[in-house]
């Protein structure tokens, strides 16, 4: 199985801030990746597809990149709306994995 | 608009059955494969299993932590695919979600508890 790393687990934040969070996979993955958000009692939302193409109405701030086994989900001016949980899915091979979510919460 | 819901959540006992419908609409449902994704309470995402379309030969998989007891089905002529859980366990309690990745349902509650 591929096992999905991400990190931070958490972070803290303000808002206009630029966050990072990084997804590893243990094997290359070519660029079969996703990232969602997820706000509580809501199920999650696509905001990247193929680890770099912006899923149609998510806002420009947000953006993927990587391949191989290294990717990057960039928030380049944190906005209130943003604070939720993060989770990479890579869908390169089955079992399909998520990495373990990055809470990114308000400083 | 695509929409998919979940129904058939619940209680229900160590070592019974019980079976989830996700009923779609918006878009031709034959076309596309599903996905079951779960959510124990305070976790993170789990992927369960998923079906492909026919044309792809309608086939399964599934995580190992479900393999042998859930089976993926679909019924292209009602735009519904099904979760059947077998011998459940506590730890598969959690919100179950269907989803085609690029949309996902509101989730149905299962609760394993005796």
């Known amino acids: 199985d591929i096992q999905m790393t991400q990190s931070p687990s958490s972070l803290s934040a303000s808002v206009g801030d630029r966050v990072t969070i990084t997804c590893r996979a243990s094997?290359?993955?070519?660029?079969?990746l996703a990232w969602y958000q997820q706000k509580p009692g809501k199920a999650p939302k696509r905001l990247i597809y193929?680890?770099?193409s912006l899923q149609t109405g998510v806002p420009s701030r947000f953006s993927g990149s990587g391949s191989g086994t290294e990717f990057t989900l960039t928030i380049s001016s944190l906005q209130p709306e943003d604070f939720a949980t993060y989770y990479c899915?890579?869908?390169?091979?089955?079992?399909?994995?998520f990495g373990q979510g990055t809470k990114v919460e308000i400083k | 608009e695509v929409q998919l819901v979940e129904s058939g959540g619940g209680l229900v006992q160590p070592g019974r059955s019980l079976r989830l419908s996700c009923t779609a609409s918006?878009?031709?449902?034959?076309?596309?494969?599903l996905s079951w994704v779960r959510q124990a309470p305070g976790k993170g995402l789990e992927w369960v299993g998923f079906i492909r379309s026919k044309a792809y030969g309608g086939t399964t998989e599934y995580a190992a932590s479900v393999k042998g007891r859930f089976t993926i089905s679909r019924d292209d002529s009602k735009s519904i695919a099904y979760l059947q859980m077998n011998s459940l366990k506590i730890e598969d309690t959690a919100v179950y979600y269907c989803?085609?990745?690029?949309?996902w349902g509101q989730g149905t509650l299962v609760t394993v508890s005796s």
């Open positions: 899915l890579q869908h390169n091979s089955y079992p399909r994995t």
């Open positions: 918006g878009f031709i449902f034959g076309d596309y494969a």
């Open positions: 094997q290359g993955i070519r660029n079969d």
């Open positions: 989803t085609r990745y690029d949309s």
């Open positions: 193929a680890a770099s």
